[in-house]
């Protein structure tokens, strides 16, 4: 991972649908950005304390451009918002390298891509992908109302739009997304892929796992999630810092650590990025989180602290 910030400037932006900022971005100094792979995210840092991720939704072909939508959250927590005022074009601002959590599988029979609102943004560029690769894909894309929607226009005339599939909810029953006959059979080589809204993303997975897919032919990236992170309170010896402290029962551990000192990095503060991610030394966590897998959850070696809290009276962390 390379962790140097990049120099950005927004070379285009445009409001799509109802409140999405479609947004390129292009290095300051002309030369070429990275390259990614579809599925990567870019953390995008607003203000000071304000960083957040974003899916590149371009071609991942498309040299030197960095492709995102963004949609302005009614409950935003200073991201959406900054980015819809601050991100205007010719504005600069300055990213991360592209992190890739959600990659595609290689030489897959057929992969099903399913996104709900902005959810399509990572999707996008895995159709781009696909398409070149000239493997079997259906994109799906489920959202309230195409007069709302971002990148319906584009997906519709896209080179792959014969692959492409709309499902608004004020349409038309013909045009309802039929899970089960979308999933179809999970024989091997098939692989799904979903992005959007919480309760859309468990509807998916819950169906996907009833259809008989197994977990690794699941794979999904939440980017919009509830973070409960009260519970009982638990004692956390931070070992690195030489300091023991108290977390109480309506108190975060990333609360409790910053209220002792303890400089802790963070993004996303909602449990999916990992970039709090801290070595368990003793103890059992209680995982909230939406980063580790079932496996390294079970495996009790590492936390999320932004969100994670304790099942033991005490957690002995590295940090
Ligand atoms: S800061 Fe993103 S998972 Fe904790």
């Not at 932006?13 to 579809?38: H, M, N, S, T, Y």
């Not at 996104?115 to 690769?133: E, F, N, V, W, Y």
């Not at 792959?160 to 004020?170: G, K, L, N, Q």
């Not at 008989?212 to 032919?217: I, L, N």
Request: net charge negative; charged share 20%.
């Amino acid at each position: 991972m390379n962790d140097a910030l990049l120099d950005v400037i927004v070379q285009t932006r445009e409001v799509q649908g109802a409140d999405v900022a479609v947004l390129e971005l292009a290095a300051l100094d002309g030369q070429a950005l990275p390259r990614f792979a579809a599925g990567a995210h870019v953390d995008v840092h607003l203000a000071p304390g304000v960083v957040r991720q974003y899916s590149l939704c371009g071609d991942p072909a498309r040299a030197n451009v960095y492709r995102l939508g963004v949609l302005r959250e009614a409950q935003s927590r200073g991201g959406s918002a900054a980015v819809h005022v601050q991100l205007q074009a010719g504005a600069l601002t300055r990213i991360s390298a592209p992190r890739n959590l959600f990659p595609l599988v290689a030489d897959a029979q057929r992969s099903i891509l399913l996104g709900g609102g902005i959810g399509i943004t990572p999707l996008i560029a895995m159709a781009h992908t696909l398409h070149a690769r000239g493997e079997a894909f259906e994109l799906h894309y489920r959202a309230r109302s195409r007069s709302r929607c971002a990148f319906v226009d584009e997906l519709l005339a896209a080179p792959f739009a014969a692959s492409v599939f709309t499902h608004f909810s004020d349409e038309g029953d013909d045009q309802r997304l039929d899970l089960a006959q979308v999933l179809g059979d999970p024989a091997p080589g098939t692989h799904l892929y979903t992005c959007g809204p919480t309760g859309f993303m468990d509807w998916v997975i819950a169906g996907a796992r009833a259809q008989g897919f197994s977990a690794e032919q699941i794979h999904h990236e939440y980017f919009q999630v509830e973070v409960d992170s009260a519970g009982a309170g638990f004692e956390v010896q931070a070992v690195r810092s030489g300091k023991t402290l108290q977390v109480a029962p309506e108190q975060s551990l990333l609360a409790a650590l910053r209220e002792a000192g303890i400089a802790v990095e963070v993004s996303c503060e909602q449990g999916v990025c990992g970039t709090c991610l801290c070595d368990v030394l003793e103890g059992e966590p209680d995982h909230r989180d939406h980063y580790l897998t079932d496996e390294e959850k079970q495996s009790n070696e590492q936390i999320v602290v932004c969100c994670s809290r304790a099942r033991s009276a005490r957690l002995v962390l590295d940090i």
